[in-house]
């Protein structure tokens, strides 16, 4: 079934908005979500400039500071609500495991 | 030893996995890329090594910018800080190398990396190949003219038959390119969705497009010049084909020059854009104006005598056996000693039909001109009249032929 943009937020751009809940610059995001996952995810810096430009666009995120090249962005609190919303959606999919893939 | 060269380039841009692959391949035998244009890349050479190459898109940037911008030069910081060092682009086509065994890839997200293609490819190559359908509708609208009107005199003739076949096979390729294209983005579109990548962009359609613009020029080129039957006819032909490519040269000197006075991408597109139009239409406009013309009609051939009327002008006149004449008609002809009776026959793989015409030249006439062919064709001039009895008489000696 064809997903609207942003329904369910991709790995990626979980760990991006997650990392910018605190104020970032955009070409650390990179290095700072790969120790937050002990390297688990890993996000292309093609990936990294698309996503960045598009939670601009959407709202999610806004950009705090520009030092010549040198980009930092923050969450919204319209990104903040998204954020939450996918925690709640990752939660109740835990419950649902928890209460229903044991008993097999 | 030289220590640079320059390679044609015959990937499509969004072939990435190709240009990779040859790219790397070059780099193992001492060639690295330096500098990429619109044709081909120029490679430099150094010590062979195993580097790892990437192509991606930038929806951002575009041909006309007079250099990199601002956004570019964050997406390459950013790109540096993963590894990849920018090497060279062309519009939104960017290049990257590494010299990590194994560096995360530019593109992570199937989603964004959709995204990016697509913006582009609306932006450029749907747009152009829009102008270039008007363009060919163009020519098709005058060449269908032409057909209503003189069918015979273009089935007939094998070297205009050639350049339509040509023309068809551009036209086919154009309207192939965008079709592909949209194809290819739905299903990866839906792919994506799904969870899975972009799908691999080299397409059977895509394949088989390739395969007829290399391939069928070439053999029709081969085709014309076997029937040319003349020398003047394979040096017009040959001239009107290079007068195809004229539109590009315009085009890349217009942009070199608008370029290199540092107008701003939008100055830049609108001389392109103005300049494309003008070359287009007037490239159009002599292909239409070569094949309504007889200037690729093969060449007549000798008269068996010439009139000199009391102008002092010249008349050819021809003394061929025609299947029906004015005097088989009933039509008292005075003047026979400037009178021509000519027959030709016009063959080309689809048609053969032959035409007769009896006309006398010269001044103050007063006989009909009569032609006429596998159809009747003309009979007309001066109070004669084409009766039943004189259309039965052609119609049983022309069913004779």
């Not at chain 2, 380039?9 to 072939?15: K, R």
């Not at chain 2, 930038?58 to 007079?66: E, H, I, L, T």
């Not at chain 2, 990590?100 to 992570?108: C, L, N, V």
């Given at each position: 079934m064809a997903r609207e943009k942003y329904q369910t937020l991709t790995e990626q751009m979980f760990y991006i908005l997650l990392c910018l809940t605190r104020e970032q610059c955009g070409v650390d995001i990179m290095e700072r979500v790969r120790e937050m996952t002990d390297g688990q995810v890993v996000i292309g810096p093609g990936t990294l400039y698309s996503l960045l430009e598009s939670f601009q666009q959407e709202g999610f995120i806004r950009e705090t500071k520009v030092e010549g090249r040198r980009r930092s962005y923050r969450i919204t609190r319209r990104g903040r609500e998204r954020l939450d919303q996918e925690r709640q959606r990752l939660e109740r999919q835990l419950e649902d495991y928890g209460r229903y893939g044991e008993e097999a | 030893m030289r220590e640079k060269k320059w390679v044609l380039?015959?990937?499509?841009?969004?072939?990435e996995a190709a240009i990779v692959k040859r790219l790397e391949k070059l780099a193992t035998k001492g060639w690295f890329l330096e500098r990429a244009d619109n044709w081909g890349w120029t490679l430099r050479r150094g010590e062979p090594a195993q580097v790892r190459y990437a192509v991606t898109y930038?929806?951002?940037?575009?041909?006309?910018?007079?250099g990199p911008t601002e956004d570019q030069e964050t997406y390459a910081d950013y790109c540096r800080a993963a590894g990849w060092e920018f090497v060279s682009s062309y519009g939104p086509v960017q290049y990257f190398r590494s010299t990590?065994?194994?560096?995360?890839?530019?593109?992570?997200d199937e989603g964004a990396k959709l995204e990016a293609i697509h913006r582009t490819k609306t932006k450029n190559t749907l747009l152009a190949s829009g102008l270039v359908l008007v363009v060919l509708a163009i020519f098709w609208s005058g060449q269908l003219r032409v057909l209503r009107q003189t069918p015979l005199s273009v089935l007939s003739d094998n070297v205009r038959l050639a350049i339509l076949a040509v023309f068809l096979i551009l036209s086919l390729c154009a309207v192939i390119a965008p079709v592909d294209y949209l194809i290819w983005y739905f299903r990866s579109k839906r792919s994506v969705e799904n969870g899975g990548t972009c799908l691999p962009s080299r397409t059977w359609l895509r394949s088989a497009a390739n395969i007829l613009l290399l391939s069928c020029p070439a053999a029709l080129l081969g085709v014309v010049l076997a029937a040319a039957g003349s020398v003047r006819r394979i040096a017009l032909f040959l001239v009107l084909l290079a007068l195809q490519f004229l539109p590009y040269a315009a085009l890349w000197t217009v942009f070199l020059l608008l370029r290199r006075r540092g107008r701003d991408r939008a100055s830049v597109r609108k001389g392109y854009i103005i300049a494309a139009v003008i070359a287009w239409i007037g490239i159009m406009a002599l292909d239409i104006a070569f094949l309504d013309?007889?200037?690729?009609a093969a060449p007549g051939r000798q008269p068996d005598q010439i009139y000199v009327d009391s102008h002092g002008d010249s008349h050819n006149l021809y003394a061929d056996d025609l299947p029906v004449t004015l005097e088989d008609l009933g039509i008292e002809v005075k003047t026979a000693d400037r009178c021509s009776y000519r027959a030709w026959n016009s063959t080309s793989i689809l048609v053969s039909y032959s035409t007769y015409d009896q006309s006398a030249e010269g001044e103050e006439s007063d006989l009909p001109w009569l032609r006429y062919g596998d159809q009747l064709v003309h009979f007309r001039q001066w109070g004669w009249e084409l009766t039943d009895e004189r259309v039965e008489i052609l119609r049983e000696a022309l069913s004779g032929q």
């Open positions: - | 380039n015959i990937y499509q841009p969004d072939d930038f929806p951002g940037a575009s041909v006309f910018d007079p990590r065994p194994d560096p995360a890839p530019i593109e992570t013309s007889d200037i690729l």
